[in-house]
């Protein structure tokens, strides 16, 4: 048999390079160690002036600007309006298509993803699909494996090799017109929807072009920025892991805070074309109601839903590995194969020396020194010594609590030849022999 | 063989029967039905009067009886003396022998428990010694299976047939002369410790004789006989079961609060010999805390603990039920055993056929209406279809997330004969067939 030929449907690997200096054939910078001759060289300044820079020029001219109340109530508006573009639009839509949305949805949610100011669609969707094929690998964008900061900011800061993301399919992408449309004019709509609207929006509704310019746009960039950099880093660094503890993904209600209901990212690694990240009613996904709302509406359709089935079988199993790691912890006693297998006749002989052994269930038990510790009295024990104590033990004088088969199994000797004491007397009775030995 | 013998270390069936007018001959009260001619004569007046008669008359002389801050002070010392007595004396010490007291300690407990007005502690064990042989059987005394007040305080306003009530071994207690000499003098011990002493140590310290008599005495009576009642009932009825859910015993914090610790019930019926309730240090245990402290001054010893491997083997099995019976409700899809075996060849021809049928771990799975949804793309399932996908599923392409392979095996149609393609090659290759079907 030949070898499986790939499918060819991959970005091509030259994609993520935005650079038209950039040449295959060199080597890339982040092949060379970093020195101090060339540690500027590893930056990639560009983002630097984005994410940071910007920013930075942002609070320190607030100080100066003062801040209006109908400003402050557009910017946290607008804020929500363009994280919601990143987690119901680049996220859940498009990266993830969990859900189909009509054209004015589409539209509106990659006009509102642009002023976010986190890259089109094509190239964020990219990232992501690679984030998910490749969680925590080298292949991996953002892997929280080379440092928190680094997932949370580090990648954008610091140059990368494109050959290094791992490869996605992006067809589908590629053959939607609002993507690719956004794609080739993205400069335009990240100043358009990043900065312009924001402030057009103060300027004009109510003569604040400043704040509005500072507070609607360049803080409102910042903190929608870092806050969904936070399902890069947090989500995959805070909280608990009830689908698969493989990878890094975690759920977490403050990380479910910050990142407008992306927080519980372990179910969202696991079930990633679901629209749903939380699946009750009381945890807090706000992008997951807007896409219900819009479902509700007519603008969305198609929305996904994992079974229920499939997902509780997944925190069953989740669990049972949780509890197999325990287990594997715990002493469970000699197993029953290490030990030595005894003679009816000789358990009932060492009884009669006056060792205090008891078979119960075919197995022969030490419980000398236990005697007399019994909660059930000295006498009941000592009645069963020497006997097959199944029965009295299992109900028969006493149904004995799952702790005492525990303890019981701590006390293990022996394994009795043929089983039961029933057995013995079985098989004694087919091989013809002698049945003297079943006394009492 | 012969019947095995019973022992005979146990209370005699007349012991639980204080009434000497008794004639086990006659037809007990409890026989017949309750009606309106008799239902007088199925209430234990004399109980009716100690648990619920002085408790209201003491209610009633309250309302002109002043409170001093000494006296209320005191009463609530002695309602913890008196209820440690019940818990860290009767219960723990003599009912279960979870640690031994040196006689200075035994007397103390044997007195303040007296105090509590709970009966003797020879009467008290034994039947708290069938609660724990018998819990929530006919023979249990105190069964909450017959409602949670008859739980709490009904099997003691309610006459009860003595021969009702599963027999137990006191021989360690017939043996112990502070248990013997109490429970001969009980009379005076519940007048004195219950209401002489209180009043005494009121009207002799700050000469409030009347409160010390009503709210040391009698209305701290009635409390402590309903909190260490809730024991009983409380413990059976409110909360979690870590340790074994087939009876009704629960681990709650509020059952905790009001009993001085006895509200782990779960955890104390699954290890009665065990000096304590409650396990970690964050749980609230008085009782435990004083025993410890008994045994740090040397007035008690021999303090028992089950190994903390033997408690957590039983949370782990408890844990396993649980999650068994989450399993048992969800749909595995079609057990192998019942799908049609399927020749190799035929799989390939019904593909060529047009059907999206992909063979992983020598099963097949129709995938035909999952292929436009498939998260991977369409090229990287359709590239499956027709061939050995195992290897490719599974790490090969992509390494499937355990979502998928649950999804997967709701899509099971058939088994391939012989297994996987590798193994259809083997064979055929031991067969000396033509392997012309292994193509590509
Ligand atoms: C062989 C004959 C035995 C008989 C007839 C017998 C009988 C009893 C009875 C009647 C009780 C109830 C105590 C009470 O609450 O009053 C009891 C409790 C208990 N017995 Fe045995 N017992 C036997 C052997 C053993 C052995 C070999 C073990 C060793 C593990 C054992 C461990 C326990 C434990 C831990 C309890 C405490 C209650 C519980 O956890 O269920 N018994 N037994
Ligand atoms: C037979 C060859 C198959 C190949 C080569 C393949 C490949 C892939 C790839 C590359 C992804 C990653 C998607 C991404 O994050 O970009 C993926 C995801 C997925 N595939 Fe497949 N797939 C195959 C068959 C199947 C089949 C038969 C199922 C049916 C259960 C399936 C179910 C899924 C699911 C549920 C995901 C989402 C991610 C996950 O849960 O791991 N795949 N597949
Ligand atoms: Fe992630
Ligand atoms: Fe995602
Ligand atoms: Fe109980
Ligand atoms: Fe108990």
């Known amino acids: 048999p030949q070898f499986v030929p790939q499918p060819s449907a991959m970005a091509s690997p030259a994609e993520p390079n935005r650079n038209p200096k950039y040449d295959p ?13 060339n540690w500027y060289k590893h930056i990639n300044w560009l983002n630097v002036f984005f994410i940071i820079g910007i920013p930075v020029m942002g609070c320190v001219t607030a100080l ?13 508006v607008y804020y929500f309006w363009t994280g919601l573009g990143i987690t119901a639009g ?8 969990s859900y189909s949305a009509r054209l004015p949805l589409k539209l509106f949610l990659a006009a509102v993803g642009g002023g976010a100011v986190e890259g089109s669609i094509r190239w964020w969707s990219r990232d992501h699909r690679a984030h998910h094929r490749y969680t925590d690998t080298n292949k991996d964008p953002y892997s929280v494996r080379k440092g928190l900061l680094y997932s949370h900011i580090g990648w954008m800061v610091m140059k990368q090799n494109p050959k290094r993301i791992g490869r996605t399919d992006i067809t589908d992408l590629n053959e939607d017109p609002v993507v690719v449309w956004q794609h080739r004019h993205y400069l335009k709509v990240v100043l358009f929807m990043g900065l312009i609207f924001p402030t057009l929006t103060a300027g004009l509704g109510w003569g604040d072009w400043m704040g509005g310019f500072i507070y609607a746009g360049i803080l409102r960039i910042f903190f929608v920025q870092q806050a969904t950099f936070c399902v890069n880093s947090l989500a995959h660094w805070l909280g608990e892991q009830p689908f698969d503890d493989r990878n890094s993904p975690r ?16 179910f969202h690694h696991e079930f990633p074309s ?9 945890q807090y996904d706000p ?8 479902g509700k509406l007519g603008l969305a359709y198609n929305l996904k839903q994992f079974r229920s089935n499939e997902i509780e079988k997944g925190r069953v199993q989740q669990l049972q590995k949780k509890l197999d790691q325990k287990r594997a912890q715990l002493d469970w006693g000699i197993p029953l194969e290490q030990l030595p297998v005894i003679e009816w006749d000789d358990y009932v002989e060492q009884v009669n020396n006056g060792r205090g052994l008891v078979a ?45 088969h525990n303890l019981l199994s701590t006390m293990r000797v022996g394994v009795i030849r043929g089983g039961c004491e029933v057995e013995i007397w079985k098989r004694a009775q087919r091989e013809n022999k002698d049945v003297d030995y079943v006394k009492d």
Chains 1, 2 share one sequence.
């Open 25 to 37: 054939k060199k080597p890339h910078i982040t092949d060379l160690p970093i020195t101090r001759a």
């Open 64 to 76: 100066w600007t003062p801040l209006r109340l109908k400003t402050a109530i557009w910017a946290v």
């Open 90 to 97: 680049y996220h859940r839509l498009w990266a993830h298509k």
């Open 251 to 266: 759920d977490h209600i403050i990380t479910a805070f910050v990142t407008l209901g992306e927080g519980y990212h372990n």
């Open 274 to 282: 679901d629209y749903r990240n939380a699946i009750t009613w009381y």
């Open 287 to 294: 992008t997951k109601w807007c896409i219900w709302l819009w």
């Open 360 to 404: 119960i269930a075919g197995i022969v038990h030490d419980v000398t020194d236990f005697i007399n510790e019994h909660p059930g009295g000295k006498a009941l024990i000592r009645s069963g010594l020497g006997k097959d104590a199944t029965a009295m033990f299992n109900g028969g004088v006493y149904l004995h609590s799952n702790a005492a």
